[in-house]
């Protein structure tokens, strides 16, 4: 009898033991499609996720020499110019605008794996255009120094369409103007004469556009594209004495490099 019950017993354990090794998933089983998605469930979960970004980008052409300054920018594809990852992006990450979250600036909806809906509504994809409602509550005097700001209201450039057409006599009369000749001026000007984050966040149109460094807020941006883009094939010691040098040949004045 004490034998048939330990048989017994026995049985029902190992049913138990198999019935848990057949049904619960293995650590090394590949991951289900809900899991997937789980990972890219949010704006830093796709933005970090390469091959995601890869395979839900939309393609683009690359750009076209429209005879304007400097000729076509350099085309960076549409993933590479919004991955967020490398040294840049862990100090963005401890940077007071990592910690915001990112649906404070760029607005749209967190929390989802759809692109679609993750961009809809109002979402903003380039927060500087909007400073008076994203910058201004934390930067007041940059936010009113952009606004007699030469670099980016290119008030030069404004002013040459607005005499050669007749079109006014201040800079304040340049919505006088066509459509084609402000088109002109945004694809052509305004690639250079743009808002802060086009370059201190991304690069301005006329260097590609996208990220320059994970998302860090660069102080010294110039520096920072100059390295990237020019500069990549010099041995880097060589490069960081040449900037200490350089340094010191061109002072710049505090607000140039603060943000």
Known sequence: MN????????LVALTFIFSIGCSEKKVTDPPTGDESLAKVSSCVGCHTNYEHLKANHTPEEPPE????CGGAPPFHQPYDRVYLSGAGYEAFKNDI?????CVTCHNGVEGTSDRAIA???DFIKEPSHHTEEKCASCHPNIVARTKNSIHEQGWGQKMSLIKRGGYGTE???????????????????????????ECHVIRPKIDGG????????SKNPI??????????????????ELQVE??????????????
Not at 97 to 101: Q, R, S, V
Not at 210 to 217: D, E, K, Q, S, V
């Open 119 to 121: 961009h809809s509504g």
């Open 210 to 217: 996208g990220l320059i460094n994970g998302h860090a807020f």
């Open 3 to 10: 034998k048939l019950l330990t048989n017994l017993l026995l």
């Open 171 to 197: 800079p304040e009369d340049f919505p006088n103007c066509p459509k084609d000749m402000k088109e002109g001026y945004n694809n052509n000007c305004f690639t250079c004469h743009a808002t802060c984050g």
């Open 65 to 68: 020499d429209t005879g304007g």
């Open 246 to 259: 350089l340094n010191q040949m061109f002072i710049l004045p505090s607000w140039a490099t603060h943000v």
């Open 223 to 240: 520096w920072q594209m100059f390295v990237q883009n020019v500069m990549l094939a010099v041995d880097g010691t060589l490069m960081q």
């Open 97 to 101: 605008h990592g910690k915001l979250g």
